[in-house]
């Protein structure tokens, strides 16, 4: 089977609730006999850290923190720098962790986060060559074959994330392309410009800037329907969604009521010529609104076009709330570090979100912190991170990009600018981890294919003897910290039989099929 | 640890057993008497597990329309004129409309479907299908994502309970086959949440090929090395990872391509219909799964909605199709053991349609339970609410009369024999609506 023949017509699974978990710590005692009641019918459940035993979910604990990383941190200080590595790249690699320890963990970290400064114009080339596309404005993209535009962004897409220098804001593009997910098919080549202006313009910006941005992109109001939207003739799909998913959090204090408000504060933000952001007053409500407490007085509809700026203090009002605070905070911990973030580096990064009007810089600095990386549990990739990490560190010569970024991320369950909902791809263990069989097929394509993505594997054999390999695989794929069981299974598999090309690209196949590389 | 041992002891001795009933070869079926395979269509399973189903417990086919669909496109009060002024558009024609094309199907004097539930009157008429109204959940967000989540969990805002109630109905019961390697699977490419948290359960977006790629001389060794990396690695994945080993050789003894739907039934030829078809083929090739979950979207129609002739009536045709077909080939079709089908969506749409030509987020909605042992052949409602605006909730929505978890547990308890309802709806006291026989 070739993952072209894979069907993944199916729909999607909702992501989790950001905000629940802070929720309702009252509902949690108050059901909290209930639930271990319920627990203790489950046979087999694995033993829970006592802290947490408390107030359990029911059957399934929160998972085990995978420890496994085998640190051969040359003093104290330099796991944490390998931990920061593995957070804020697209898959370590041995150049990453040498850049890292030569500048020490601040001014890595700095150097990652002030990534202009970062000399990358190999790759800023070639994917203007290559991928022109990326840089027309609606007029010259609508014309296009669709197919060819859509084939530029997914492959230039792919190729910044493996090779740009500018990793950690890679990664950041890739967590506010979920936060303001949009789906390609309904919207096509205006996601071009989406992703340009919106999202890699301000992704290591300011968070209120890229809100603003988002409401006036001609992408966002088509997806989410708010280009339909006239007074008395309402759509309320964008109001929902800007509170819900972009800024408030489903918890974040709105009510139905003032979906609806907001919903006519933003009737007439739509679009013209093909994909140009236009107020088009005649579609506005002139009415009177309140929006979560606060008032819209009635205007007269000779105020026109300058009725835009009701919807502009609108989106000041959300990106200024605490709310909104809290729940971008709680995302980007999520993100970064935990699952399951820890409070006080949530509220660390909200009081940052508030002190900084939404640096989003400054917010990471607050999470990202030796301390916090020390105490957080690895975390699961997600499909396109682990593609993308096996062509960071095993380098093949790539030369059709298209089978990885499209065959296989649709394999594995994760086509880019393929999600339906406006949630954007699940950030959760649970909904990943079942497929994990398709992710062993795909290592041993990386590993073993003679076609377009052909790892050298000389590069592992520079000390020809099981030993020396699984020292190259440690350095290559794990930073240096290839968990010793792995080392024994690896250095096992490769004493089995004679040291032939064919039983190093499956031990190869294997280390990125191990559950050590699932983890970063 | 004392779990994870156990785990792999189990896994070692379903795997021996499977290697050693493949040795005793094709031609015989296990538990008894001698069978020709002639005798078997060639689809079927190479190797038949032990004991063929001896419970009387149903297998479950849950189906969720993601996105909200809006159940009064589908099922409609026909002489309520406030259904007609509500959807000046995209309302469905009565059924006796000179429209004749588009108009819908009576049931009764009260209740019409629109024309893509075509497929499934044959189910409606033998008493099989069961359709419900004003149903939903108590709680009264709008949100999809925290409505999905509300009844995938089978308790609505209790941060305590994050596993799927299908799930938790799963590790209260004792499996259907001891020796299965799969009790569940969802037909994605993710776990749905109403899984999560289920012993022996899998998304398998292709049960057709499920297998281990790469060099066949050293497939057997690669596999048990996997399988020792993973073991006592944290959960979900250790799970993950040594269900999927397990269940390789079960799918390829499938052969799913070659599956032949009984009583010349077509699924469409779609995601939905490619992955009900599998469900078939999983159900009748006799493996032990008892509960499979599929997905369809495409229902949050904000915009356009046309049930008539565009949008809502492909995904209607694509479902009804699907079920219909479903119905035919394995409830009707001479399968011997039982199967239930539920359909639900995570809330309906507003009763009258918006400027857009669609409708937005609403409450109350239709949800369809299919199988023999369902008390189907009407419209069932715990007293219809009304479409008076005065009777709408935020005076917008079908309210939602009732609780979708009276319907669900009634099944849990009656077709999937599981008494512990409340473990599977936590802080729920179900009453029984009579929607089984």
New interface residues.
């Given amino acids: 089977m070739s993952p072209t023949d894979t069907d993944t017509v199916m729909d999607r699974e909702p992501r989790e609730e950001e905000t629940a978990q802070a929720d309702s710590q009252e509902s949690k005692r108050k059901s909290r006999r209930d639930v271990l009641k319920i627990g203790a019918v489950l046979a087999g459940a694995t033993l829970l850290p006592a802290r947490k035993a408390r107030a359990q979910r029911i059957v399934r604990p929160r998972p085990k923190i995978f420890s496994g990383f085998n640190s051969s941190a040359p003093n104290p200080g330099a796991e944490a720098i390998t931990r920061l590595v593995r957070r804020v790249t697209h898959g370590i690699t041995d150049d990453d962790v040498q850049r890292a320890r030569q500048l020490g963990f601040t001014r890595y970290l700095e150097e990652q986060l002030n990534y202009t400064k970062i000399n990358d114009s190999a790759v800023e080339s070639y994917v203007s060559t290559t991928f022109p596309m990326l840089a027309y404005d609606h007029t010259q993209l609508y014309n296009l074959d669709q197919r060819m535009v859509f084939d530029q962004l997914t492959r230039g897409t792919f190729y910044r994330a493996a090779y740009s220098k500018r990793q950690l804001y890679e990664r950041m593009v890739e967590f506010w392309s979920d936060h303001f997910n949009i789906l390609w098919d309904k919207i096509q080549y205006l996601q071009i410009p989406d992703q340009r202006e919106v999202i890699r313009k301000h992704a290591l910006g300011k968070f209120p800037d890229m809100l603003r941005a988002s409401a006036h992109s001609p992408a966002m109001l088509a997806y989410l329907d708010n280009t339909l939207s006239r007074v008395n003739r309402v759509n309320q799909n964008y109001a929902r969604e800007i509170c819900e998913l972009h800024t408030l959090g489903v918890d974040g204090g709105y009510t139905q009521q003032d979906v609806e408000e907001a919903t006519r504060i933003l009737t007439g933000w739509t679009l013209r010529n093909r994909g140009e952001f236009y107020f088009d007053p005649n579609g506005h409500d002139f009415g009177a609104k309140t929006f979560m407490g606060r008032a819209f007085p009635a205007q007269p509809p000779s105020v026109g076009v300058a009725a835009i700026a009701e919807g502009e203090q609108l989106l000041t009002f959300l990106v200024t709330h605490p709310s909104t605070a809290k729940y971008i905070a709680t995302k980007m911990t999520r993100w970064m570090l935990s699952y399951d973030p820890p409070a006080a580096v949530v509220d660390a990064a909200a009081a940052e979100y508030t002190r900084t009007g939404g640096d989003i810089k400054a917010m990471l600095r607050k999470i990202l912190t030796p301390a916090n990386l020390m105490a957080a549990p690895a975390k699961f990739k997600r499909p396109n991170h682990l593609i993308v990490s096996t062509v960071r560190s095993l380098k093949p010569n790539l030369t059709n990009q298209a089978r990885l970024a499209f065959n296989y991320a649709l394999y594995l369950g994760m086509p880019y600018f393929q999600w339906d909902d406006p949630d954007g791809y699940p950030d959760r263990v649970d909904f990943w981890a079942g497929t994990i069989l398709l992710r062993w097929n795909y290592a041993n394509y990386i590993a073993t294919n003679n076609s377009d993505a052909r790892v050298d594997v000389a590069r592992f054999r520079t000390v020809d003897t099981p030993d020396g390999i699984c020292t190259a695989i440690s350095t290559q794929l794990f930073g240096g910290e290839m968990p010793a069981t792995l080392r024994q299974q690896l250095t096992a598999y490769l004493s089995a039989a004679a040291l032939t090309e064919a039983r190093v690209r499956d031990a190869l196949a294997l280390a990125v099929s191990s559950s050590a590389f699932m983890y970063y | 640890m004392t779990?994870k041992l156990?785990?792999d002891c189990d896994a070692c001795n379903e795997y021996n057993e499977l290697s050693r009933r493949q040795f005793v070869g094709d031609g015989f079926l296990l538990g008894g008497g001698i069978v020709a395979t002639a005798l078997f269509p060639e689809w079927l399973p190479k190797v038949v597990l032990a004991q063929s189903q001896v419970s009387s417990r149903d297998i479950l086919v849950s189906v969720f329309l993601?996105?909200g669909s809006d159940g009064l496109s589908m099922v409609f009060p026909f002489n309520d004129p406030l259904y007609y002024s509500g959807r000046a558009t995209i309302a469905i024609p009565r059924p006796d409309s000179s429209n004749t094309a588009q108009r819908g199907i009576a049931l009764d004097n009260t209740w019409a479907v629109s024309r893509p539930l075509s497929p499934v009157l044959p189910a409606f008429q033998a008493g099989e299908l069961l359709i419900l109204h004003a149903t939903g959940s108590v709680d009264?967000?709008?949100?999809?994502?925290?409505a999905?989540?509300y009844i995938e969990v089978g308790k609505p805002?209790?941060?305590?309970?994050?596993?799927g109630w299908l799930?938790?109905h799963l590790?209260?019961s004792t499996p259907m086959r001891s020796t299965a390697p799969l009790r569940a699977l969802?037909?994605?490419?993710?776990?749905?949440?109403i899984l999560?948290?289920a012993p022996k359960?899998?998304?398998?977006?292709?049960p057709a090929?499920?297998?281990?790629?790469?060099?066949a001389a050293?497939r057997s060794?690669?596999t048990n090395?996997?399988r020792?990396?993973?073991t006592g690695?944290?959960?979900?994945?250790q799970a993950?990872?040594l269900d999927?080993?397990n269940t390789?050789t079960l799918l390829q003894n499938l052969n799913i391509a070659a599956y032949r739907p009984a009583n010349g039934a077509v699924y469409p030829n779609?995601?939905?219909g490619?992955?009900m078809r599998s469900c078939a083929a999983l159900i009748k090739g006799d493996i032990g799964v008892e509960a499979l979950h599929?997905?369809?979207?495409?229902w949050?129609t904000?915009?356009n909605q046309d049930p008539l002739a565009g949008s809502m009536f492909n995904t209607m045709n694509s479902l009804f199709g699907s079920l219909g077909a479903f119905w035919a080939d394995v409830i009707n079709g001479g399968y011997s053991g039982g199967v239930t089908v539920v359909v639900i969506s995570e809330f309906g749409r507003n009763v009258r349609e918006?400027?857009?030509r669609?409708t937005?987020?609403g409450r109350g909605n239709v949800m369809f339970c299919m199988g023999k042992g369902i008390a189907g052949g009407r419209v069932m409602v715990n007293t219809w609410p009304g479409l008076a605006i005065e009777n709408l909730e935020?005076r917008a929505d079908l309210r939602v009369t009732l609780d979708h978890r009276d319907v669900l547990a009634e099944i849990v308890q009656k077709r999937l024999g599981n008494t512990?309802t409340?473990?599977v709806f936590?802080?729920y006291t179900p009453t029984i609506r009579g929607v089984t026989k």
């Fill in positions: 779990d156990q785990h993601r996105g009264p967000s709008r949100s999809h994502f925290d999905q989540k805002r209790d941060p305590n309970v994050a596993t799930a938790r590790a209260t969802g037909l994605s490419d993710g776990l749905a949440r999560v948290g359960t899998l998304p398998i977006s292709d090929n499920f297998g281990l790629q790469g060099s050293t060794e690669r090395w996997i020792n990396n993973y690695v944290p959960e979900p994945v993950s990872a999927a080993l390789i779609n995601g939905f490619r992955a599929v997905d369809i979207g495409g949050d904000h915009a918006n400027g857009t669609g937005d987020h935020n512990q409340n473990v936590p802080d």
